[in-house]
């Protein structure tokens, strides 16, 4: 077989030659490739090599197989997450059907760190692993450790990587947006009850780095001003980042003399659902992202004591009940620049056992109860910007089970943040689903100063419930709605405010139609 000489630039110069020619005249060389000899690589096995520059071998292939053998490797590096690997075509003569292909592995060779104030650079460099000088960056790796460096609330981690002076020379550049790594602050809404007070005052602190490792510790405090001894939420929550693998560890503990309200521990909202204490760890695993679309798995376990949880409407006759749910809950989220649209799905099954946690105490506090009840729950929320500055936001959850459930595993409707114009939880039952539609106004206040943010909104809520097996005393199902004005206001990540005036449609619990609430919150952090 006769020898031919090709490089890259060669194959670029043979290709418009034979372009330039009439269309008769044009005749593409054909040639056997009996093997491709690939150098320069050490990240992949010569298996996955070979996979790729395959299908472009045989008898009778030309200029263009070689091309597409090369840029299919290339292809192959760039779906793993190799980026900065690039494949050459160095000048050869192709003699007994072997083609040569050069690999590049763009190393890193310096990593700069800029911009940071409060985290030093040694924290920085530890929240991207995978950044080691002399080594080719995986960017699948450093993607999900960017994702978990992003969700700590003092730290922002931009990453930038360009060519250095030399063809396998890379040069990283890590860009912080950073402040304090601690914060303290406090929140008064009226979300209480008339029996223990309107309103409750919330304490918090929280700090961000611990051992300069990332590690944040929150706690809180809820308590009402006016019967402070009769309203004590305690709460802490630790989170452990794991930039290694991309996820991340929660721990969290509750403490409540309380049987209704809402408290953020770390990551996570909680609901207080029953008089008593909680304690729980959540793992969570940070799937690779797909374009815009982010998303991941939490494998949660916590045990609940609830005391005084027999459950006869929404009367309680004072059975101490021990749950220890086990579940696992899918979550996605896709951003895009004019909408965005987040949901989660879970499953959760309860581990009897104890002496408060088995079938005796179950059927005790609710008839039919069952101590390895299993729950199903899911919601979504999707905000879209329409014209004119204007935006829309729907949000829905839901809960559904076979078996009647204790009263502190049930769903809930009514309140600030599900059905307003009602108390917290004002009804609740074995499953049902609720709903929010908000219109939001445009922006308000951008004439008056760059760090004000403040919007007006219309919104309609609804909620229903239904009571597996219920007795003569109780309803079976209950619907519940409202609708009202609200309005929202930020001081730059200082101070906020919300106020919503609702006026109940479809009554509930104690609320009558054309009842109305004012559901108010004011926090202020520093």
Known sequence: MPSVLFGRRALWGLWFALTALPGGAQEVPKFAITKFHVKGNTLLPQSRIDAYV???????????????????????Y???????????????????????????????????????????????????????????????????????????????????????????????????????????????DN??????????????????????????????????????????????????????TGDSLDFYATDSNVNAGSIAVGPFDLAITGKGSSFGARYTWNLKRRGDYEHNVVFGLEEKKFQSNIGVGALQLGNDLTVR?????????????????????????????????GQAAFSKARAGADAEYQAVRGGLTLSRTLGADWQARLVMTAQWTDKPMIPGEQFG???????????????????????????????????????????????YDLGSVHRIKPLPVEQAREHISSLGLGLRWTYARDAAFQADYAKVQNPGGTAKRGDWRVHARFGYFF
């Open 325 to 357: 749910p086990a579940s696992v809950q899918y979550q996605g989220r896709l951003a895009r620049p004019d909408s965005e649209f987040s949901f989660y799905g879970s499953y959760a099954h309860n581990l009897p056992g104890g002496g408060n946690g």
């Open 54 to 76: 395959a299908p472009f071998i045989g008898q009778q292939q030309d200029f263009g197989d070689v091309q597409k053998a090369l840029e299919a490797l290339e292809e192959g």
């Open 78 to 188: 760039r779906k793993l997450g190799y980026t900065t690997v690039s494949v050459l075509l160095p000048e050869q003569v192709l003699e007994r059907g072997e083609v040569l292909l050069q690999v590049v592995e763009g190393k890193l060779r310096t990593v700069e760190v800029q911009g940071n104030r409060f985290f030093d650079a040694d924290n920085i460099r530890a929240s991207l692993p995978g950044l080691k000088e002399g080594t080719a960056p995986q960017v699948d790796d450093l993607s999900a450790s960017l994702r978990v460096a992003n969700e700590n609330p003092a730290k922002k981690v931009a990453l930038q990587l360009s060519p250095g002076e030399k063809e396998d020379d890379v040069i990283a550049k890590i860009k912080v947006t950073d402040e304090k790594p601690w914060k303290a602050g406090m929140t008064l």
């Open 413 to 459: 409707v009514g309140g600030s943040s599900s059905v307003r114009g009602f108390l917290e939880r004002e009804v609740a039952s074995d499953k049902g689903h609720q709903a929010s539609l908000e219109l939001y106004s445009p922006e308000l206040c951008a004439g008056f100063s760059v760090a004000q943010r403040c919007r007006a909104l219309a919104f």
């Open 191 to 244: 979300t209480g009850t008339p029996q223990t007070g309107l309103n409750r005052l919330g304490i918090s602190y929280q700090y961000s780095n611990l051992w300069n490792r990332d590690h944040v510790l929150t706690l809180q405090y809820q308590t009402s001003p006016s019967q402070m001894s009769d309203v004590k939420v305690y709460a802490v929550a630790y989170r452990l980042p794991l930039y290694g």
